[in-house]
């Protein structure tokens, strides 16, 4: 069945830009049903919503993020990735990315989840 | 995106039942997604579109919604439904978001 696997470095300096890939196996990230997405989670805290990417690179971020984030697509590597830069202490959590579906337009949601990594922002 | 409200805790006696809930404006339009998170694992969806189960998920799990309001509702709670309980909207922008969460202690 398809799974996701997030990669990327655990550790990155203040300042620098936090890079992680989404590599979708056991199916095509080429879907007009889904959407594709990265949500993060602080050590000890809550759910926080990145951004999201349909597979012809049309994508949708957290307006609180959206100045430092970019999520691209590769499609000929069932690939997806989030770019956030000038990361600080507090962009520390795991990242997770994840599969979004909708049932129409009232209902969205992520289905299937990535195990997840965490990414450390420190010198 | 809209901002989405949880009580930060609720507890349960065994065998019992409980309702979380989320409260936000955008629940007025759009229906609430609900995730369970335990300890190191990922969240994993419970409830979608109102009251809709995804395959695996007991039938115990049951979602409704009324007008800011969604709910959550375990019916005769287990041991292994302590964990943490997120809801999760969008809003008309198309921006997503998610609650602040729900610890549940099954006492």
């Known amino acids: 069945q398809l799974q996701l696997q997030e990669s990327g470095p655990g550790l990155v300096k203040p300042s620098e830009t936090l890079s992680l890939t989404c590599t979708v196996s056991g199916g095509s990230i080429i879907s007009t049903t889904y959407y594709w997405g990265w949500i993060r989670q602080p050590p000890g805290k809550g759910l926080e919503w990145i951004g999201t990417?349909?597979?012809?690179?049309?994508?949708s971020y957290n307006p609180a993020l959206e100045s430092r984030v970019t999520i691209p697509v590769d499609t000929s590597k069932n690939q997806f990735s989030l770019r956030l830069s000038s990361v600080t202490a507090a962009d520390t959590a795991v990242y997770y990315c994840a599969r979004r579906g909708s049932s129409g337009p009232s209902s969205w949601y992520f289905d299937l989840w990535g195990r997840g990594t965490l990414v450390t922002v420190s010198s | 995106s809209s901002e989405l409200t949880q009580d930060p805790a609720v507890s349960v006696a065994l065998g019992q039942t409980v309702r979380i809930t989320c409260q936000g404006d955008?629940?007025?339009?759009?229906?609430a997604s609900w995730y369970q998170q335990k300890p190191g694992q990922a969240p994993v969806l419970v409830i979608y579109a109102k009251n809709n189960r995804p395959s695996g998920i007991p039938d115990r799990f049951s979602g409704s919604s009324s007008g800011n309001t969604a709910s959550l509702t375990i019916t005769g709670a287990q041991a292994e439904d302590e964990a943490d309980y997120y809801c999760?909207?969008?809003?008309?922008?198309?921006?997503?978001?998610f609650g602040g969460g729900t610890k549940l202690t099954v006492l």
């Open positions: 990417i349909y597979y012809s690179g049309s994508t």
């Open positions: 999760n909207s969008r809003d008309t922008s198309g921006h997503l978001s």
């Open positions: 955008s629940l007025r339009i759009y229906y």
